[in-house]
């Protein structure tokens, strides 16, 4: 059973920094790409970020220049390194990843992140 698990999420300043992790188990199946999301209270949940293990990112207009995604060496899970947090990044942040050869992707349980004094 594929499984995903995130990482890192708290409270911080604004202009502070988090890092989130996400861990892959369960699968012998390679990531083909993996994602954040994140949703804030009365909104939808948006992407954030993603990455393709082959290479290619995507960042959403709004985090660009400030986050930065990556895979983890043994491409089993990936990071969500957040510079200069803004209070509007408060949100819960979920992990996605796709797998070849799986009809469908997986999301993590969320992690939550507040931007505040």
């Known amino acids: 059973q594929v499984k995903l698990v995130e990482s890192g999420g708290g409270l911080v300043q604004p202009g502070g920094s988090l890092r989130l992790s996400c861990a892959v188990s369960?699968?012998?199946?390679?990531?083909?790409?993996m994602g954040w999301y994140r949703q804030a209270p009365g909104n939808e949940r948006e992407l954030v970020a993603n990455?393709?293990?082959?290479?290619?990112?995507y960042y959403a207009d709004s985090v660009r220049d400030r986050f930065t995604i990556t895979v983890d060496n043994a491409q089993n899970g990936a990071y969500l390194q957040m510079n200069k947090l803004r209070p509007e990044d408060t949100a819960i942040y979920y992990c996605?990843?796709?797998?070849?050869?799986?009809?469908?992707?997986?999301w993590g349980q969320g992690t939550q992140v507040t931007v505040s004094t």
């Open positions: 990455i393709a293990i082959s290479g290619g990112t």
């Open positions: 369960g699968s012998g199946d390679r990531l083909y790409a």
């Open positions: 996605n990843a796709i797998l070849y050869g799986r009809p469908s992707d997986y």
